[in-house]
Antibody, heavy 121, light 110 residues
Framework: QLQLQESGPGLVKPSETLSLTCSVS??????????WGWIRQPPGKGLEWIGS???????YYNPSLKSRVTISVDTSKNQFSLKLSSVTAADTAVYYC?????????????WGQGTLVTVSS | QSALTQPASVSGSPGQSITISCTGT?????????VSWYQQHPGKAPKLIIY???KRPSGVSNRFSGSKSGNTASLTISGLQAEDEADYYC??????????FGGGTKLTVL
């Protein structure tokens, strides 16, 4: 059973870069032909897809965030990461990493517990 | 890309059935049969309840069903139970190799 766990700072200053890591256990990122995704949820609001990375390293981003987002994968650590630059208060949200259970599927079976990131000085 | 359109709220009494709609475009919902639905209870991570339009993951009650017609997908919950009270989100893979979520629907069990 795949398990995902987000980690990173819970507080980021405005204009700085938000950095989060998703650690994957129960399976190898490099051996699964899967899309690994980041999704966020501002307090009291809905879900927003941020972007996804294919196991090969190809990336796909939400057009509204594309200029500020970088997603990368570290197969040696079985992790994938999110960087969001020039953050503002509007980027305050619970950030989730997610993936399909079956390689190649295009939905999100497995989710991390989520981590709240607050943007404030 | 614009968020898929869902009603903000729906309600029903125990035992009744409700349907939540999810309207997109020919570039997302209408393009493929790749709509998924997620249930989210307060303070919890979303849980997949329907994928590829109408398939249920193992362990999900058969009271949950999904369908699609044109650019609109629907989630139906039959035999409403108190535990079904939650937020529900649709999500679609798009022709641009991206994903888009709906705005979410709050289900109240009266």
């Amino acid at each position: 059973q795949l398990q995902l766990q987000e980690s990173g700072p819970g507080l980021v200053k405005p204009s700085e870069t938000l950095s989060l890591t998703c650690s994957v256990s129960g399976g190898s990122i490099s051996s699964r032909t899967s899309y690994w995704g980041w999704i966020r949820q501002p307090p009291g609001k809905g879900l927003e897809w941020i972007g996804s990375i294919y196991y090969s390293g190809s990336t796909y981003y939400n057009p509204s965030l594309k200029s500020r987002v970088t997603i990368s994968v570290d197969t040696s650590k079985n992790q994938f990461s999110l960087k969001l630059s020039s953050v503002t208060a509007a980027d305050t949200a619970v950030y989730y990493c997610a993936s399909p259970a079956v390689a190649g599927n295009l939905h999100f079976d497995h989710w991390g517990q989520g981590t709240l990131v607050t943007v404030s000085s | 890309q614009s968020a898929l359109t869902q009603p903000a709220s729906v309600s029903g009494s125990p035992g009744q059935s409700i349907t939540i709609s999810c309207t997109g475009t020919s570039s997302d919902v209408g393009s493929y049969n790749l709509v998924s639905w997620y249930q989210q209870h307060p303070g919890k991570a979303p849980k997949l309840i329907i994928y590829e339009g109408s398939k249920r993951p193992s362990g999900v009650s058969n009271r949950f069903s999904g369908s699609k017609s044109g650019n609109t997908a629907s989630l139906t919950i039959s035999g409403l139970q108190a535990e079904d009270e939650a937020d529900y989100y649709c999500c679609s893979y798009t022709s641009s190799n991206t994903w888009v979520f709906g705005g979410g629907t709050k289900l109240t069990v009266l």
